[in-house]
DNA sequence: CGCTAGTTGCAACAGAGTCTCAATTATGAT
DNA sequence: ATCATAATTGAGACTCTGTTGCAACTAGCG
């Protein structure tokens, strides 16, 4: 939708500019479908024959997710990655140790919890993760036997 | 506690060597109140005149971590922290923006949950981190101005 | 005691992300 | 439309965590 205009709008608002290279980076953005990371995304820019540099890359993706158009996802270790959250309800994720994929829940219980956790000890929440580890459906099935699921990345 | 002997134990079970290494890091793991990063621990093994190197840290943290005396604790982006687990009960944490002070929570709710969430995706668990991101009591009343909380780290 | 597999330290390496700096450019003011 | 200025960019050096290869060392079984 009019992402673009909603990003300028946070833009002009910090007293930011918008530049080529930003609107090539939220293009690219909308683009993508499931969750990315900044090599996905780097690969799809140079693809494109938008020469993004990686610091801008790093640079710019705070930003998108600080105009709540997308979110970042801290996998284990040095393994975040992002994913669209135009219109989308906040939800956290499963992590499936043999194959990767990611499944979303959300969970409205969690949420108040967290909530009277907080209020409980008097901690202002400006956020949260949530992360599920474990085998899905297929890698769980294929045998406990380590090693014999999906290969990791 | 014979937590020493209990990691004896989980060593020869899985054919591995009690060292004079790895006895020191039990007993500064052990004598740690609170959570502690690789640093703290590298400084206290130095202080007490014990050279482990930060390879052989690395290496054994995992060891302790699987045999169950400790807990380590993925903070966003390359902050792991541990914390001992000597009898103690699985919690999840509250993390301070502020001024790095991590709170402790339980709730039997939230892991019900969990397995809900995962029966229903046939998914099978075998770990969870949950964080909540925000202000302690004390930052929080600091005001919001940002940057006039304690320091962190 | 003696063997052998496990362990250690060192230093080189790796991955993810940040920072510096000179050159470029968007944007409000004129 | 032009200018002035603060923001932005790319390239590469750098930092921070953590990992790994290797030769020397050592725990612990027999």
Same mark, same amino acid.
């Given at each position: 939708?009019?992402?673009?205009?909603?990003?300028?709008?946070?833009?002009?608002?910090?007293?930011?500019?918008?530049?080529?290279?930003?609107?090539? =980076? !939220?293009?690219? $953005?909308?683009?993508? %479908? @499931?969750?990315?990371?900044?090599?996905?995304? +780097? &690969? /799809?820019?140079?693809?494109?024959?938008?020469?993004?540099?990686?610091?801008?890359?790093?640079?710019?993706?705070?930003?998108?997710?600080?105009?709540? =158009? !997308?979110?970042? $996802?801290?996998?284990? %270790? @040095?393994?975040?990655?992002?994913?669209?959250? +135009? &219109? /989308?309800?906040?939800?956290?994720?499963?992590?499936?140790?043999?194959?990767?994929?990611?499944?979303?829940?959300?969970?409205?219980?969690?949420?108040?919890?967290?909530?009277? $956790?907080?209020?409980?000890?008097?901690?202002?929440?400006?956020?949260?993760?949530?992360?599920?580890?474990?085998?899905?459906?297929?890698?769980?099935?294929?045998?406990?036997?380590?090693?014999?699921?999906?290969?990791?990345?």
């Amino acid at each position: 939708m009019q992402a673009i205009e909603r990003f300028a709008q946070y833009l002009s608002k910090h007293g930011l500019k918008m530049t080529r290279e930003r609107r090539a =980076l !939220i293009d690219h $953005v909308l683009s993508v %479908r @499931g969750h990315f990371d900044v090599d996905d995304l +780097l &690969g /799809r820019l140079r693809k494109a024959g938008h020469g993004v540099s990686r610091a801008t890359l790093y640079r710019n993706l705070p930003r998108l997710v600080d105009s709540g =158009l !997308i979110h970042k $996802v801290e996998m284990a %270790r @040095g393994q975040a990655r992002y994913e669209l959250m +135009l &219109g /989308r309800h906040h939800h956290d994720h499963m992590i499936c140790l043999g194959c990767g994929t990611i499944l979303e829940f959300e969970s409205p219980e969690v949420e108040r919890i967290q909530e009277v $956790v907080c209020r409980r000890k008097k901690f202002v929440m400006t956020g949260h993760s949530h992360q599920i580890r474990g085998y899905c459906e297929s890698c769980a099935s294929v045998g406990s036997s380590p090693g014999s699921a999906g290969r990791r990345r």
